[in-house]
């Protein structure tokens, strides 16, 4: 069962030496061809700020009762409605909020993604588009998230990755079985 309920409130974040510790995900996928079967060319999910003006990748407080992994995965579900697997932190950024004007301590993470969600707690409030590294980058409006796609296309392009098997994408909802 899914929460159909976002977080709230800043209660319970971390903060190290000041800074609000922010999570977020680089779900991606590898693109299916028209034949079925499953290419080389990485798709990234990228989703719209609340606002609708901005293009980026799903993050958010990261919360004393989760671990760092566990703060990804929410977060990835709640802006963009996908589930997957958690890997290796990409990096640690410190950045400025644009609509607080403070600094974040911000921890990024691929995710595999396994499910893509009919419904998510903020499907009325942001767009989510999957598209290609170029497109992504361009997009994106973030320095930081920028830095962490490349360092994830790095890793994925010097590491042999088992691909996930052809059926994995085949629709809207996704499914392991």
């Not at 990234?44 to 995965?73: N, R, Y």
């Not at 950024?93 to 644009?98: E, V």
């Not at 796609?149 to 085949?170: G, N």
């Amino acid at each position: 069962m899914v929460c159909l309920v976002s977080r709230t409130g800043r209660q319970f974040q971390r903060y190290n030496k000041g800074r609000r510790q922010v999570v977020g995900c680089i779900p991606y996928r590898f693109k299916i061809s028209s034949d079925g079967t499953i290419s080389d060319e990485l798709e990234v999910l990228v989703i719209t700020s609340q606002k609708g003006h901005a293009m980026m990748f799903p993050k958010g407080g990261w919360e004393l009762d989760e671990s760092v992994e566990e703060a990804a995965s929410r977060e990835s579900l709640e802006e963009a409605g996908v589930l997957g697997s958690i890997e290796s932190q990409l990096g640690k950024w410190d950045f400025l909020s644009k609509s607080r004007g403070t600094f974040y301590e911000g921890l990024m993470f691929p995710m595999l993604v396994k499910e893509q969600l009919d419904l998510w707690p903020e499907q009325h409030l942001r767009q989510r588009i999957w598209m290609t590294v170029e497109e992504a980058r361009e997009a994106c409006r973030d320095w930081w998230m920028k830095e962490a796609l490349d360092i994830l296309v790095e890793r994925l392009s010097s590491s042999p990755r088992k691909k996930p098997s052809p059926t994995l994408f085949a629709g809207t909802q996704m499914d392991l079985s």
